[in-house]
Structures are given as C-alpha cells and as structure tokens.
C-alpha cells in the first residue's frame, strides 16, 4: 500500500525539510565558493552547482549532527555539508570522465561541455574547496575525517577500473569497491554529524557503522537498477555495467551458484552485453537463478543492521526520521 509506505523520495523530502535550515545555509556557502572563484572556475562552477543532487550524505550528517544534547552550531554544520557535498560534487566530475558518461543530472556531463583537461581541474579545484570547507577552529577530526574519505573513494575507484573485465571478481573485491567508492563517503557524513553532536569515540564509531551500511545497502541498489531491477522509467540508462565489463553482487552471486558450463555460457554472453538483445538474455538468467533476490536480500540485511545500530543511539525526533530513511531505503530495494 503506497499510502502506508511512502517512497524512498517522499520520506527523503519530509526528512530533508527537518533539516532544511542547514542545507539552506549550506548552498550558501558552496554558492559563495563558486561566486568568489577566480576566472576561469567561476562561472563554470556556478553552472555545475545549479543541478541540485539529492542530498542524502548532507540530510544524513545535519540528522546526526542535531540528535545529540549539544545545541546545534549551524555555521559549523552548514560548512560541513558544504565540505561533504563539494567532495561528492568533484567525485562525481571525475567519475564522469572515467566512464564517459554523457549526461549527469539530467543535464551534460562536465567534460563533455569544457573537454576532459578543463573538467578534471574543475574536479581539482571542487576538491581542494571541500576541504578548506571544514578546517575547524574546535577539531582537526573533521577534516581528518572528510581527506581519509576522499582516499578512499580514490582507492575504490582505482580498483575499480583494475578489476574492469574480471568475470571472476571476488566477493571480498566487491564488497571493498563498493565500500571505497560509495559508502566511506555517507560513512564520513555520519562520522562528521556524529562529531558535531558531540557524541564519544564509541558512538561516532557506531554512527560511522550506520552510514556504511547505509552506503553498501544504497550501492547494491544502484547495481541493481543497472539490470532495470526496481527502476521506474525514470531511471537511469540500463546494462551500461555489463556493457562496461563492471562486475556486480547479482553476477557475483549467480556464477558462486551455477555449474561451470553456464558459468563459462555467460561469460561468453557477457562479451557481448552491448547488444540489447544479449543484456536481456543474460537478466533473464540472473532472474531465473534468484540472483537479483539474493543480491535485494544482502541490501536489505545492511538495512537491518543500519537499523539495529540506529537503535542504540538516543532517541531524538532526529534519530527517529534518519530510521524512517533508512526503512524508505530498504522499501527502494523492495
Ligand atoms: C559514482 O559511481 C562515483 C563514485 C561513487 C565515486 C567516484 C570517485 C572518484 C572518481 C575518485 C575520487 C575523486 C575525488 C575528486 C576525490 P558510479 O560510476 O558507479 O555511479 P554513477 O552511475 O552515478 O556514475
Ligand atoms: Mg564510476
Ligand atoms: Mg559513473
């Protein structure tokens, strides 16, 4: 019943409302970043800014950040999402190039506007912003933070494109993909809210544990609607993943649980995953074998313990609406 479970955007809407002081005041400062640039990164900085993401890893960290005892700082909140979405933002320029992707936001990709050397220094100089956003007077944690987070990114996607082609890709390299380029971010965006609440080692950690799981739940969902699996047609373009030789948990999954003829029988397909016809031959095996369940069933299983953590921390009106994010989510993979 759709009334009774509202979709994944909804309850990111209302939940992003509570907390739509800090991301106001947040676009503010990265709408100051980009106007104070010099020539040359100015305007199209400017431009790049003015296709608004989501915002789940910034709602995250201003969730957390209000669900202590503390009183909010707002600056201090508003830069940090700033420093989070700016990161994210310069990953995002740099992504684009590696997969040449063409559209982003529903509109044209950096690099296809400016050419790759101008769109990388904007990714560069987007990056080097992000952490000047949260040098902090009262901690070096949080930049701390923010630069291993950019590391890990960094590391995952270099895996990444060094696994580009292995049909054999190990779950574990998986998993380390996934959790490098994906979840250190919403990790990080967690781990910074938490520091801001004021919260001990113990509970930042604990709050970090949160945003990964959140982060691999919400990657596994996104390879999920590369096969169309739970997409609406608003959905991004199908099969560019097999297309590209990128390996995901439902190949992972299918090749642990078939026998070596159809495993060697898809790879052969694989090669050929440009084709439409071949890429709805190969869903359709994946589909047969229950290799979409079980990659939905490991999405969910990250909810559960996002969740099970999520139940230790102090119940706010706070920690309420991120476990209302955190159901929208598992209901998305649903
Ligand atoms: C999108 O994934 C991309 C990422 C989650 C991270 C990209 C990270 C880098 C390029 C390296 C780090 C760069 C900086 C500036 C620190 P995707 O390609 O699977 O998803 P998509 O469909 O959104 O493109
Ligand atoms: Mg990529
Ligand atoms: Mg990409």
Redesign the pocket.
């Known amino acids: 019943n759709p009334a009774e479970h509202p979709s994944f955007q909804a309850v990111l809407s209302t939940v992003r409302g509570q907390v739509q002081n800090y991301l106001d005041k947040s676009d503010e400062v990265i709408a100051e970043v980009a106007r104070t640039a010099p020539a040359g990164v100015s305007e199209r900085m400017t431009k790049l800014i003015a296709r608004k993401g989501k915002k789940i890893r910034s709602t995250i960290l201003a969730l957390i950040a209000t669900s202590g005892e503390t009183p909010a700082d707002e600056s201090r909140i508003a830069h940090a999402c700033a420093g989070i979405e700016l990161l994210h933002l310069a990953s995002?320029v740099h992504?684009?190039i590696?997969?040449e992707?063409t559209m982003r936001r529903g509109e044209r990709t950096a690099h296809v506007e400016w050419g790759n050397k101008v769109a990388v220094l904007i990714g560069d100089y987007i990056l080097s912003q992000a952490m000047r956003c949260v040098i902090d007077e009262e901690s070096r944690e949080i930049p701390l933070i923010l630069s291993s987070a950019a590391n890990s990114l960094i590391v995952g996607e270099i895996s990444e494109l060094d696994h580009t082609g292995n049909m054999n890709l190990p779950l574990a390299d998986y998993n380390a993909i996934i959790k490098g380029k994906t979840a250190a971010l919403v990790e990080a965006s967690a781990k910074i809210g938490a520091t801001i609440a004021g919260f001990d080692a113990e509970r930042i950690e604990a709050c970090g544990k949160i945003g990964t799981h959140f982060g691999l739940a919400f990657q596994i969902i996104d390879d999920l609607l590369d096969y169309g699996i739970g997409a609406t047609n608003l959905d991004k373009a199908k099969f560019?993943d097999i297309s590209n030789g990128l390996v995901t948990l439902p190949l992972i999954y299918y090749f642990e649980s078939v026998s070596t003829e159809e495993k060697a029988s898809l790879q052969a397909l694989l090669k050929r995953a440009a084709d439409p016809g071949v890429a709805e031959e190969i869903c359709k095996r994946l589909e047969e074998a229950k290799a979409f369940d079980k990659a939905k069933e490991t999405a969910l299983q990250h909810i559960a313990d996002a969740m099970e953590i999520a139940d230790t921390l102090p119940m706010t009106e706070h920690t309420s609406s991120l476990k209302s994010f955190l159901y929208a989510m598992a209901e998305r993979g649903n």
């Open positions: 995002l992504d684009d590696i997969d992707t560019t």
